[in-house]
């Protein structure tokens, strides 16, 4: 739908962090809508210039152009008048939101997870919510595989000890040891696409593949075990599960201290799922390390304990961050878009319920 050049355009906005598209700027800086009353779409996140251009054309636009989130009284007073919302991961779309738009025929969302979205609010007026899935699986897979090496290597330790002059002194037989991937053991908790391809790809290191699923599942060459069993022979702990109510703090604190001495956590998944104040806890004690993409609360805050322990490399929520990747995440989120304002089925939809025929 989007070329790349137009896509990865440089995006602008007005100081105040609105820019709008498809209406006329009146003098108090309100926005008088055309004549043709196109639908209008809330859109929270900065899009490229260019996008916002072309969806101009079919839309009422309201765009936040900001890099931090949109505040909620702004969504809130926008989403009023609002036919859809475009939105991504750093936007709450909370039960009273939903009850203050009662114009709202779609939400959609460029993300796979929609944890960040209220779907028992949504179901209950009959809002279909679009995702994009299947679209991110390689891209997060490598980001977890590239997480295991830069730990159990220390890549990032080693990196800043080489940027810092402290590379003073002679080789040494234990200058900066770590792990070998191939000798190990990597237990994936989840065995849904993302996690299958995680075993795909350890095992083309040589490693021995666990694995836990909530429903059974066979997957070629992972061995099914107990999850508690998982934590206590994993050297690596891969997590791949969806994040809802039952996977809230499924990495508790008795399983992070079943793993070995030295075993590293990987989370490419969601914050909610690892008990944070735990895995602190035993990564400041040296017990284990850890490779994370996720978090409790995003964004990590700075004075967050994490940001203090070398056993640890962090990432800023960047498991989809390939060109291709997230241009096709757009590019669903746009098709989910336009069909929800035609009334249309949404191809992706995460609340499929909420069309008669499901």
């Known amino acids: 739908m989007f070329s790349r050049r137009l896509v990865f355009s440089k995006v602008g906005g007005g100081s105040n962090g609105a820019r709008h598209f498809g209406g006329t700027v009146v003098g108090d800086g309100t926005v008088e809508r055309d004549k043709k009353m196109k639908p209008r779409v809330v859109v929270t996140l900065p899009l490229p210039g260019a996008v916002l251009e072309s969806l101009s054309a079919s839309f009422d636009l309201q765009a936040w152009s900001k890099p931090e989130s949109i505040p909620d009284a702004v969504l809130s007073e926008w989403a009023g008048e609002a036919d859809a919302i475009l939105c991504s991961l750093g936007t709450a779309i909370t039960a009273e939101l939903l009850a203050s738009s009662p114009k709202l025929r779609v939400i959609s969302s460029i993300s796979v997870g929609v944890d960040h979205i209220d779907l028992a609010a949504a179901d209950e007026v009959g809002l279909p919510v679009g995702h994009t899935p299947e679209v991110l699986v390689d891209s997060t897979a490598d980001m977890a595989v590239a997480l295991m090496l830069a730990v159990m290597r220390r890549i990032v330790e080693a990196d800043r000890f080489v940027r810092e002059g402290r590379w003073g002194t002679g080789w040494s037989t234990d200058f900066f040891l770590g792990s070998d991937l191939s000798r190990a053991t990597v237990g994936i908790v989840g065995l849904g ?8 790809r350890v095992q083309s290191f040589g490693a021995k593949v666990i694995g836990w699923n909530r429903s059974e599942r066979n997957v070629p060459g992972v061995q099914q075990v107990d999850l508690d069993a998982l934590f206590e022979e994993a050297d690596v702990v891969s ?20 793993m070995k001495q030295g075993a590293v956590l990987i989370n490419t998944a969601r914050g909610a799922i690892v008990d944070e104040v735990a895995l602190v806890a035993a990564l400041t004690a040296g017990r284990i390390r850890a490779g994370l993409d996720v978090y409790a609360r995003e964004p990590l805050p700075h004075d967050h304990p994490l940001l203090r322990l070398d056993n640890v490399v962090l990432v800023p929520h960047l498991g989809s961050a390939t060109v291709a990747t997230r241009e096709a995440m757009l590019e669903r989120a746009l098709i989910n878009l336009t069909a929800g304002l035609r009334g249309d089925r949404l191809p992706w939809c995460a609340n499929p319920g909420v069309y008669p025929d499901s």
């Open 193 to 200: 696409p993302i996690g299958r391809a995680v075993a795909t």
């Open 239 to 258: 997590i791949h599960t969806a994040a809802t109510a039952d996977t809230r703090h499924l990495v508790s604190a008795s399983r992070i201290d079943r």
